[in-house]
């Protein structure tokens, strides 16, 4: 068989190869704990659950409008006015069965091949895919742990270059945990505004946050039209498995999004639609509860982390990962992914799944209970100290 050409260009998630060879040792009966996966422990909100029940006994099991649910786009718009402080109609909304259809729509809506886009790195490796799928060129922004893995705003304006057509933004950021301050946005913002560039700003873990205030670069003066929100209900709600998200921007671009979503999706599921509007209407608790857990777990899993030998660990402001340095391990990232998930028990992630700017780190979800956390540091801690 001929594959197309652009297949070769396309990556994946190394945290799923990852589960898949820890889900393989389990078979075999080894136990393994999990700190390589992405995803709350938590289990989805009860109201939320009994919306997607009523939802389904009352019909809402056919096709919906491509772009999302009015109800449900009115209560998005409703939810970023209330938080980024900006004015949002609901025909800016688009919902996508997940938010990574919304990296992929619009890079593919707004990137020519041969332009550049500038994304974080380390980062969410989905972001470099889709920019070397559609034959554009991936500029990486190295985040250094030096500079609690924001941008270096000098190195940034460096990048940018007549081609540069998109840049990605991320925070708090997947893998590191670091936070853009507003002092960063407003630099980013002031080097863009003027230039024939939109900014993708991934925000998905914006409640997930232990210090500070969230600012969205789409807030600051002229932005909003220049800024593509990227935002869901996985992290916050613990929604993984609906597959539920949406981006926010300029009403011309939703229109060509809507196209892209009747040409590969039809449209997102109705159901879930109807659980995302409870979710953002309902009680809030259980989502302040589950960031409070993670917050607690942050500061068990750095602690444990800075009193194992050749681990250093800063203290990420948000999302739910750790990105501990082990250059003084002597192994690389690979090498002690591998040691760890086989020797171990513990899966955790290569920074270089991340981009190569990620070498000579790991990354540890801490969506995962205390008590585990606990035993997997001690295990860590073993096998480090034979080296």
Not at 150 to 175: A, C, G, H, W, Y
Not at 337 to 348: D, K, P, Q, T
């Amino acid at each position: 068989m001929n594959f197309a050409e652009r297949m070769s260009r396309l990556g994946t998630e190394t945290a799923f190869e990852v589960l898949a060879k820890a889900k393989a040792l389990e078979a075999k009966g080894k136990e393994i704990i999990h700190l390589e996966i992405g995803e709350p422990d938590f289990d989805t909100p009860v109201n939320i659950r009994e919306a997607a029940k009523k939802a389904l006994d009352e019909g809402w099991t056919h096709y919906g409008p491509a772009n999302g649910l009015p109800e449900l786009r009115k209560a998005i718009a409703e939810e970023v006015s209330k938080t980024r402080g900006i004015p949002v109609d609901p025909d800016e909304v688009v919902v996508t069965p997940g938010a990574k259809p919304i990296m992929f729509f619009t890079i593919l809506a707004l990137v020519n091949e041969g332009d550049e886009v500038i994304y974080p790195n380390p980062g969410f490796p989905i972001y470099e895919s889709v920019i070397n799928f559609v034959n554009a060129k991936a500029v990486p922004i190295p985040l250094r742990e030096e500079n609690e893995f924001r941008f270096d705003i000098n190195e940034f304006k460096s990048l940018v270059t007549e081609k540069t057509r998109m840049v990605i933004i991320n925070s708090p950021q997947n893998p590191t945990g670091g936070v853009l301050t507003k002092e960063d946005l407003v630099e980013i913002a002031n080097t863009v505004k003027n230039k024939n560039i939109m900014v993708l700003s991934d925000e998905v873990y914006i409640r997930i946050l232990y210090e500070g205030e969230h600012h969205s670069i789409a807030s600051l003066d002229g932005m909003k039209e220049k800024t593509i929100i990227l935002d869901g209900f996985s992290k916050t709600y613990s929604m993984t498995g609906w597959r539920l998200g949406y981006g926010v921007m300029p009403k011309d671009l939703a229109a060509h999004v809507t196209k892209l979503m009747v040409n590969s999706n039809s449209c997102t599921c109705s159901f879930s639609q109807r659980a995302g509007i409870e979710a953002l209407k309902g009680p809030q608790e259980e989502s302040y509860k589950m960031v409070e857990q993670f917050h607690k777990r942050r500061d068990v899993i750095v602690d444990g982390l800075n009193k194992i030998k050749g681990f250093k660990c800063l203290k990420p402001k948000g999302a739910f990962y750790v990105f501990p340095n082990i250059k003084e391990t002597g192994k690389s990232s690979k090498e002690l992914e591998s040691i760890l998930l086989n020797e171990a028990g513990v899966a955790a992630l290569s920074g270089t799944s991340f981009g190569k700017f990620g070498d000579g780190y790991l990354r540890f979800s801490y969506a995962n209970s205390i008590e585990n956390i606990e035993k997997a540091l001690e295990r860590i801690d073993n096998v480090v100290s034979k080296f």
